[in-house]
Nanobody, 121 residues
Framework: VQLQASGGGLVQPGGSLRLSCVAS????????MGWYRQAPGKQRELVAD???????NYVDSVKGRFTISRDNAKNTAYLQMNSLKPEDTAVYYC????????????????WGQGTQVTVSS
């Protein structure tokens, strides 16, 4: 399974960006999709994730500012980021976990390549 993330860039504090993550391959189902981020010198952290049923989870620092959503038919997840702060600067990675098509419906857990988000004036 391949994940293609896009939508990062440079934005001023208070601005907005929308990240997209498209999963492709022999996918039978995707249970959960999530966005993680890693700032220089820091560990990767979960930003938000969403189940196939639409249940969401956010790290406290982005609650009320970020919204995760997904289009199950397109195997795509989105992260709408509003009121961005300099501390949101990081490489953002998408993740997807689910089952592959095939006799045994093997599980997969895949990562995208990362997209840089820089919040600076």
């Amino acid at each position: 399974v391949q994940l293609q993330a896009s939508g990062g860039g440079l934005v001023q504090p208070g601005g907005s960006l929308r990240l997209s993550c498209v999963a492709s391959g022999s996918i039978f189902s995707i249970n959960a999709m999530g966005w993680y981020r890693q700032a220089p010198g820091k560990q990767r952290e979960l930003v938000a994730d969403i189940t196939s049923g639409g249940d969401t989870n956010y790290v406290d620092s982005v609650k009320g500012r970020f919204t995760i959503s997904r289009d199950n038919a397109k195997n795509t997840a989105y992260l709408q980021m509003n009121s961005l702060k300099p501390e949101d600067t990081a490489v953002y990675y998408c993740n997807a976990a689910g089952r592959l098509r095939g006799t045994y419906y093997r599980s997969f857990d895949s990562w995208g390549q990362g997209t840089q988000v820089t919040v600076s004036s």
